[in-house]
């Protein structure tokens, strides 16, 4: 079977959103997530090329802090990470779900507008250690969300009331978030992203600057998404 029969598209999501507006408020509360020396880094080659690291879920970005040769790349991931993950004690409610379900597809929706506190717990189970390891700061604010469903309207069960009050509302992009992912094609059902693909036999730009090359890696990470 040949590599266009066998390709398949993947959609990204990013790990949370913060509207331009919030960041222009509070700029230096923001610059783990917008600066391009962390999450505002823009990688360079590849399916992934133009897109910046708070544009990927949180494996892309971990995969390039463990697996990049490039410094510059492993140091803007791991500052976007750190602060990710201290984002996720307080903003718990505004990370997107980063995974597919074969039940119910939540993909992209924020946690706090899923609101559907069963299923979440049902995720934390030990048989999702796969998902657990891929995106423990994702798993780390739907904990919080858990422990503290009143604040971010948790549905605690059928029937029980969720806690809404006078502006908890969540913000919500347009297209209930689904403008928010983008696509690229796998040459494979067995690979997956990052996957670079330019064209080139090296898999490097031309124009690269010195130090600075993403590598020309197929991470074949486990493709199992819960």
């Not at 066998?6 to 700029?27: A, L, Q």
């Not at 796969?130 to 969300?145: N, S, T």
């Not at 209930?176 to 990052?194: E, I, W």
């Amino acid at each position: 079977m040949s590599a266009a029969e066998t390709s398949e598209e993947r959609v990204i999501f990013p790990s949370v959103v913060i509207p331009n507006e919030v960041i222009e408020d509070s700029p230096d509360a923001y610059l783990w997530y917008s600066e391009p020396y962390a999450g505002g880094y823009e990688l360079r080659y590849g399916a992934l090329a133009k897109k910046k690291l708070n544009e990927l879920d949180e494996s892309y970005v971990r995969w390039w802090m463990e697996n990049s040769r490039s410094p510059r790349i492993r140091s803007a991931a791991k500052a976007y990470l750190d602060g990710l993950e201290e984002y996720a004690t307080s903003h718990y409610g505004e990370f997107l779900v980063p995974h597919r379900n074969k039940r119910v597809n939540r993909q992209g929706k924020r946690i706090d507008f899923c609101r559907d506190k069963k299923s979440f717990n049902h995720l934390l189970h030990p048989r999702y250690s796969g998902l657990h390891d891929r995106y423990p700061i994702y798993f780390k604010a739907v904990q919080q969300f858990i422990d503290h469903p009143s604040h971010h309207l948790a549905r605690r069960d059928i029937g029980e009331h969720t806690g809404l009050r006078p502006g908890d509302a969540p913000y919500i992009p347009a297209n209930d978030n689904q403008d928010l992912g983008f696509t690229y094609r796998l040459g494979g059902v067995s690979q997956c992203a990052p996957v670079i693909m330019n064209g080139t036999s090296s898999g490097q730009s031309s124009d690269a600057d010195e130090g600075d090359e993403d590598d020309n890696i197929s991470a074949n990470r486990d493709s199992g998404s819960g």
